[in-house]
């Protein structure tokens, strides 16, 4: 068993092959043509496309933990087309056409990463089988229907976007009030890991070498430096995300906010008869509260959800991934949608931080005069998108002409938090106000105007 296993239901789940050997930690001063500071998929993915584009790069990555430590590794496996910004901010910062455009990249990502690991081995269970958001009252139906109405305004169809009858949405997926629902085909389920860890085993293959066990302590133009040697390099690439406000200078550039998820037994063919998802689609319904779920395709629900208190000062420590309140509620979640599930042993109670933009805006850089680059900003939506990252700046940094580079996210400024308290005030309301937001509309069959208007706000 690997030291790290209990980080997961991902982590505990991958044979001793699939973690392969483990990496060395830098061992001196080293030159190279691209540093990459981060293993998750956001470095992952920009050290592939870097080499696809040029394979005589120099590239090494420089990892604190091992590959797949952050949120790469333990997410719900969503391989989505969602961006946490909306079309409307994205077309007032540029236009409805560059908004569509955008949205449009992102559903040709998920195939696009069903590609990659098709032709590079990488197994890592994934099922192309879209996603569906059950509407489980006439409130939810309705938001549903105006979504969906939304995405067809800019131009979309039922090809990728439609509503569902109630017959249909149960067919696909027996939970409980299902009163209609939402799909698109633009999302697949993954074990998050097995690509994480398939990933890096790929771009060393390439020629990239990682370095695990190595905490970058300062980035600067055409230098990293760690605790065990320095490494120079015409480019250096942030990809830290939830963990960039430990780096100097950084520490209002992204909010960590903590996402929990529970994994229960695998569960037997007769649940499955009336639970549905025979093509994995990930699912969720149209409360506020975010919730995400997956049949794994070992038939378990991985099933998260937010609602985590944010730490003072940013701050992450592996005791708040493990939080009873939320693991409890996103259980209690879980068997009000599926009853059926009755006692069914949780087998697995975990979390992570995702890297949360004052605007809540993703976002890719490169600055050629500094060599300077970095992507992030995905809020829980970063399992497709680092892979448009990963693309975006590997053509950014080559100079490759491509349409990715004027995508409208490329070069937007997120404003900085506010320093604490009111940072930790704000995103603390964030976390519950959704909540409450639900239990009004339950016993009130109303929205909470005020309350969505206030949510609304506090992200602008
Ligand atoms: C519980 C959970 C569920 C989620 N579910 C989904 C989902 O279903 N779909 C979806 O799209 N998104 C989801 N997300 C978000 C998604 O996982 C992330 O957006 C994505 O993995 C970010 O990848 P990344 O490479 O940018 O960051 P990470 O995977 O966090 O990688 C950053 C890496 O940088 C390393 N690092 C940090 N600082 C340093 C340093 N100073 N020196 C060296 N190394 C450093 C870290 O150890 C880490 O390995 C979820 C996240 C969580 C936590």
Sequence with gaps: MH?????????????????????????????????????????????????????????????????????????????????????????????????????????????????????????????????????????????????????????FTDDDYRMLSADETIERCGATKVVGGAFTPHCAAIHPARLARGLARTVERMGATIYEHTPVVELSPRSVRTHLGTVTADVVVRATEAFTPALPGLRRAIAPVFSLMIATEPLPESFWQQAGLRDRSTFNDGRHMIVYGQRTADDRFAFGGRGAWYHWGSRIKPEYDRDERVHGLIHRTLREMFPAIGDAEITHRWGGAVGAPRDWWCSAHFDRSTGMASAGGYVGDGVGTTNLSGRTLADLITDTPSELVSLPWVGHRSPKWEPEPLRFVGINTMAYLPIGADRHEEHTGSPSKWREAIMNRLIR
Excluded: K
């Design 3 to 155: 030291e790290l296993s209990n980080l997961s239901l991902w982590h505990s789940t991958m044979s001793a092959d699939e973690w392969g050997p483990g990496r060395t930690a830098l061992g001196a001063d080293l030159q190279v043509d691209v540093a990459i500071v981060g293993a998750g998929y956001t470095g992952l993915w920009t050290a592939y496309y870097l080499l696809q584009r040029d394979p005589s790069l120099r590239i090494a990555i420089l990892e604190a933990q091992v590959v797949g430590f952050g949120a790469s590794g333990r997410n719900g496996g969503w391989c989505s087309a969602l961006l946490p910004m909306s079309l409307d901010a994205m077309a007032a910062e540029s236009s409805r056409s560059q908004a569509a455009r955008l949205q449009t990249v992102m559903h040709e990502t998920v195939a696009e990463v069903g590609r990659v690991v098709a032709a590079e081995g990488i197994e890592c269970d994934f099922a192309h089988g879209g996603y569906l958001s059950l509407a489980r009252s006439q409130v939810q139906l309705q938001r549903e229907r105006d979504h969906v109405a939304h995405l067809h305004s800019y131009g």
